[in-house]
T-cell receptor, first 112, second 116 residues
Framework: RKEVEQDPGPFNVPEGATVAFNCTYS??????FFWYRQDCRKEPKLLMS???SGNEDGRFTAQLNRASQYISLLIRDSKLSDSATYLC?????????????FGAGTRLFVKA | GAVVSQHPSRVICKSGTSVKIECRSL??????MFWYRQFPKQSLMLMAT?????????EQGVEKDKFLINHASLTLSTLTVTSAHPEDSSFYIC????????????FGPGTRLTVL
C-alpha cells in the first residue's frame, strides 16, 4: 500500500464547477499535511496547509480527518487557471529526521 | 518568500558521463535540503536528505555511489549523477528547509536531465 494515495483523476470540469479531491495516508504518526499544486514541467508550489479544524483560502477549502487518515481539497467556482496537478503531501518527524511523502497527484482540467 | 535556485535547468549528456546539479537557497540558510526525482506522470520520489556538514541520508533503493550529494555550505547542495545512463533521465528537484517548521520547505525549479 502506498504511504499517500490520491484519486487518480483526471478530473475534467467546466468553469464554475466545484471539484473535490481526496487523499488517504497510512502513517498514523504523520504530523503535517499539505496540498501542493504542480504545473506541467514545473516545481510543486505550496497551495495550502491542512489542519484538523479545516482551513479555507478563497475558493479553496482543505480538511483533515486524523481518525480516518483522510485529507480533502475542495475547489469552488473553478477557473481555467486551476488546471494543474494537485499533490497531497504528508510529513513526519521521527528519529531519522524530517520526511516528506508526496501522493501521485490528481490532474485537473478546467475547460471553458 | 524564500527562493531556491537550481542549475542547470536542463542538461543533455551522453551515456557514461557525470552531471552535477546545484541547488542554492538564495536568501536564507538551509541546514537541510532534499533531492527528489520525478518521472513522467509520476509523483516526486525522495532520493536523499542532505544535511550541511554531514553525510546525506539516502532512501531505500537509491545508490549513494551513483548519486553523490555534497552539502558543503548552508546555501548550497550538489547532486552528481555519476556515469549517467538513459534510465537516469528524469526531472530532478531540490528543496530547502527553512528552520521553523515542516511547512517551510521551498522547492527549486527543477533540472531536466536527458541522457542519450
Amino acid at each position: 500500500r502506498k504511504e499517500v494515495e490520491q484519486d487518480p483523476g483526471p478530473f475534467n470540469v467546466p468553469e464554475g464547477a466545484t471539484v473535490a479531491f481526496n487523499c488517504t495516508y497510512s502513517n498514523s504518526a504523520s504530523q503535517s499535511f499539505f496540498w501542493y499544486r504542480q504545473d506541467c514541467r514545473k516545481e510543486p508550489k505550496l497551495l495550502m496547509s491542512v489542519y484538523s479544524s479545516g482551513n479555507e483560502d478563497g475558493r479553496f477549502t482543505a480538511q483533515l480527518n486524523r481518525a480516518s487518515q483522510y485529507i480533502s481539497l475542495l475547489i469552488r467556482d473553478s477557473k481555467l487557471s486551476d488546471s494543474a496537478t494537485y499533490l497531497c503531501v504528508v510529513t513526519s518527524l521521527n528519529t531519522g529526521g524530517f520526511k516528506t511523502i508526496f501522493g501521485a497527484g490528481t490532474r485537473l482540467f478546467v475547460k471553458a | 518568500g524564500a527562493v531556491v535556485s537550481q542549475h542547470p535547468s536542463r542538461v543533455i549528456c551522453k551515456s557514461g558521463t557525470s552531471v552535477k546539479i546545484e541547488c542554492r537557497s538564495l536568501d536564507f540558510q538551509a541546514t537541510t535540503m532534499f533531492w527528489y526525482r520525478q518521472f513522467p506522470k509520476q509523483s516526486l520520489m525522495l532520493m536523499a536528505t542532505s544535511n550541511e556538514g554531514s553525510k546525506a541520508t539516502y532512501e531505500q533503493g537509491v545508490e549513494k555511489d551513483k548519486f553523490l550529494i555534497n552539502h558543503a555550505s548552508l546555501t548550497l547542495s550538489t547532486l552528481t549523477v555519476t556515469s549517467a545512463h538513459p534510465e537516469d533521465s528524469s526531472f530532478y528537484i531540490c528543496s530547502a528547509l527553512l528552520a521553523g517548521g515542516p511547512d517551510m520547505q521551498f522547492f527549486g525549479p527543477g533540472t531536466r536531465l536527458t541522457v542519450l
